[in-house]
T-cell receptor, first 111, second 118 residues
Framework: TQLLEQSPQFLSIQEGENLTVYCNSS?????LQWYRQEPGEGPVLLVT?????EVKKLKRLTFQFGDARKDSSLHITAAQPGDTGLYLC???????????FGKGTKLSVIP | DAMVIQNPRYQVTQFGKPVTLSCSQT?????MYWYQQKSSQAPKLLFH???????NEADTPDNFQSRRPNTSFCFLDIRSPGLGDAAMYLC?????????????????FGAGTRLSVL
């Protein structure tokens, strides 16, 4: 069974601070996706990483895929209240059309 | 511009009273999914359709059924909702292209339907 473990589970920071959240597995993934889910809404796809060592930037968000494709990180610079939400990493699951999700990191950015 | 649309956004039903949630998509994706998500948890896949082929997850209760009358629409039927079925229900889509190994793993979600059971 492919599992994705996310840490930390909860994170509360002040506006303007930097943060990093992690997504780790003992299994190799062909790709990993990061989603952000705001309260009461569905997950919104932020990025897909495919190549080991790949770094992608989305404004203040930096995503990295580990060299061995077993882990990924999301770094947010100068966090803003609009960054508040549940950050989920996901990768191809055991079934052909399954996504394996991590349990998520719940981020609160306090003004 | 909404690409995956779920209706209603909030649904209240009574214990044991059948309820139907709907999902439509403008992406023309051939795969549609239904997930259940409880508070602060990851989405849990209930089933998916590949075109008209229905694929149930092994641990999805029989109480949950689905219909996909055409490419654009998919319905989730809960035959006899229990208190434990109160949750957010998410619809998602993806496309499967010949040789497109990556595309089918990228899923686009609707905004969800929050179901309450009284």
């Amino acid at each position: 069974t492919q599992l994705l473990e996310q840490s930390p589970q909860f994170l509360s920071i002040q506006e303007g601070e930097n943060l990093t959240v992690y997504c780790n597995s003992s299994s190799v993934f062909s790709s990993l996706q990061w989603y952000r889910q705001e309260p009461g809404e569905g997950p919104v796809l932020l990025v897909t990483v495919v190549t080991g060592g790949e770094v992608k930037k989305l404004k203040r968000l930096t995503f990295q895929f580990g060299d061995a494709r077993k882990d990924s990180s999301l770094h947010i610079t100068a966090a803003q209240p609009g960054d508040t939400g549940l950050y989920l990493c996901a990768g191809p699951g055991a079934g052909s059309y399954q996504l394996t999700f991590g349990k998520g990191t719940k981020l609160s950015v306090i003004p | 511009d909404a690409m995956v649309i779920q209706n209603p956004r909030y649904q209240v039903t009574q214990f044991g009273k059948p309820v139907t949630l709907s999902c439509s998509q403008t992406l023309n994706h051939n795969v549609m999914y239904w997930y259940q998500q409880k508070s602060s948890q990851a989405p849990k896949l209930l089933f998916h359709y590949y075109d008209k082929d229905f694929n149930n997850e092994a641990d999805t209760p029989d109480n949950f059924q689905s219909r996909r009358p055409n490419t654009s629409f998919c319905f989730l039927d809960i035959r006899s909702p229990g208190l434990g079925d109160a949750a957010m229900y998410l619809c998602a889509t993806s496309r499967d292209l010949a040789g497109g190994l990556l595309a089918k793993n990228i899923q686009y979600f609707g905004a969800g339907t929050r179901l309450s059971v009284l």
